[in-house]
């Protein structure tokens, strides 16, 4: 663990050669580990390979950076199948890196089916815990928004995943900066496509106002 938040600090200190150096070391201490305790370490071997990938992104070694992501899905695929409620969420998280690389690397059709593989994950997680995974949805439903602005154009699939995730990020947007972050991403995509970026939002408040207070259903007709 330590040599594995070492290598963190080194990586925000852009010291790749010695951040690589310090994963590595953490992986094949994991690794080792999780031969015979797997239930224990696995997850931290899956840690460490995300880290890693995201490494050798930031060094556009994207081969290496896809086989890293590769290798972390597989591991939290599997520990999803016995323990969901703690690791699908992880799948999601590694999906959305691994279609971030793809965006870069420009194969947009790739990324498009990863991030909604993603999407669908952290949707079904935000129905039973929004607090945790609500403004994870917004996450992936923006990137969809700037892959469908800049990546592969479609104006109507970019729009309505900018407004979905204005609809998630907002609840978020006081506390939070990277709902504000999110946020301004989405507004965005609007402009790029014209619409008036105030108005935009507007529309998403009240959609998010119709989703909190749904309209009561009038009593029918007597006859």
Aim: hydrophobic share 40%; aromatic share 8%.
């Amino acid at each position: 663990m330590t040599l594995n938040n070492l290598a963190n600090l080194w990586a925000i200190q852009n010291e790749f050669t010695k951040a690589e150096q310090a994963f590595q070391e953490a992986l094949e201490i994991r690794r080792n580990l999780a031969k015979t305790n797997p239930q224990t370490f696995l997850p931290d071997v899956a840690v460490t390979l995300n880290n890693l990938a995201n490494l050798w992104m930031e060094k556009n070694e994207f081969a290496r950076a896809e086989q890293g992501y590769q290798e972390a899905l597989d591991v939290y695929k599997n520990l999803a199948k016995t323990n969901p409620q703690t690791f699908l969420g992880d799948v999601a998280m590694t999906l959305n890196n691994l279609a971030n690389l793809l965006s870069v690397k420009k194969e947009f059709t790739k990324a498009e089916q990863t991030y909604l593989e993603a999407l669908v994950i952290r949707r079904n997680l935000a129905k039973t815990n929004p607090q945790t995974f609500s403004l994870d949805a917004a996450g992936t439903t923006c990137n969809l928004a700037l892959l469908f602005t800049y990546g592969a154009p479609d104006k109507a699939k970019a729009l309505s995943f900018a407004k979905e995730t204005l609809v998630s990020a907002l609840p978020f947007s006081d506390f939070l900066p990277l709902a504000k972050e999110i946020i301004t991403k989405a507004l965005t995509v609007a402009k790029h496509w014209d619409e008036d970026p105030d108005k935009f939002l507007e529309e998403a408040k009240q959609t998010l106002a119709n989703q909190n207070n749904p309209a009561t259903p009038t009593d029918k007709a007597k006859h």
